[in-house]
């Protein structure tokens, strides 16, 4: 059997114990495997403070610290924001990208900017109410993040969520080059049923198809996968993952 090093990365609202589970399936199929909680979304933060670019220093930070390589480096969310900031800096460190219904960026470009209208005008108005700071509201969650469990698995779900830095979802992020340039193997997974982006403006081809060149995972669930079917995701990534 053969020992990949893969390091999960956290979308916003999250933190890395969100792939606890994920991860323990992972493990068991003799991986290792890593799933820190970036700045941005540890307690006792400054969320006025706080933005994007520190996100991925810590994460660079984390895999230099660390000394980890030929890294399978999965970003879930706002998490390919970070992997792929990381990855144009280190991707000497890097064996595989791979997205989680995940935000690919192009140069110059944030979060906000690839989601729709209504959502960007939604951030601003909780920003401006909560110090900079968003949270998001419970009814969202329930109906288009996690669609496929249960009310009871929902609201375990949204207590473990965390507020999130206003700036990590508006700063622009600079990259030398498209992430579809490095000389990287890429992977995307695409779960049917997510619904945090609405249909009209999706995941997959919308975003999927920046990569370039990349291999397309496809699976039941959520956006919310890591909670209602961890067994499952555990066994894309391991598709995603491999050479």
């Not at 230099?64 to 792929?84: A, N």
């Not at 508006?170 to 049923?193: E, V």
């Amino acid at each position: 059997m053969t020992t990949d090093t893969y390091v999960l990365v956290h979308g916003a609202w999250h933190t890395g114990d969100t792939f606890e589970s994920t991860a323990a399936h992972l493990r068991e199929q003799g991986h290792i495997v890593h799933y820190p909680t970036l700045v941005g979304n540890r307690p006792q933060e400054d969320y006025r403070t706080v933005n994007l670019q520190d996100s991925i220093d810590s994460l660079v930070q984390y895999l230099e610290q660390h000394d980890l390589h030929q890294v399978r480096l999965l970003g879930h969310s706002y998490g390919g924001m970070l992997i792929s900031g990381a990855a144009d800096r280190v991707a000497h460190r890097l064996q595989r990208l791979i997205y989680l219904n995940a935000f690919v960026p192009l140069p110059g470009e944030s979060l906000a900017d690839m989601t729709p209208p209504h959502y960007r005008e939604l951030f601003q108005s909780l920003a401006e109410a909560n110090q900079g700071a968003i949270m998001l509201p419970y009814p969202i969650w329930r109906e288009n993040f996690i669609n496929d469990a249960n009310a009871t698995l929902a609201q375990r779900a949204f207590d473990q969520l965390h507020p999130q830095p206003y700036r990590c979802l508006t700063d622009a992020l600079a990259l030398s080059q498209p992430t579809a340039a490095l000389m990287l193997g890429k992977s995307y997974i695409n779960c049917r049923q997510d619904t945090a982006l609405p249909h009209s403006l999706p995941w997959h081809p919308r975003l999927s198809e920046r990569l370039g060149l990349f291999r397309y995972v496809e699976m039941d669930g959520s956006h919310e996968v890591m909670f209602t079917n961890p067994t499952a995701l555990a066994q894309a990534i391991v598709v995603a993952g491999r050479d």
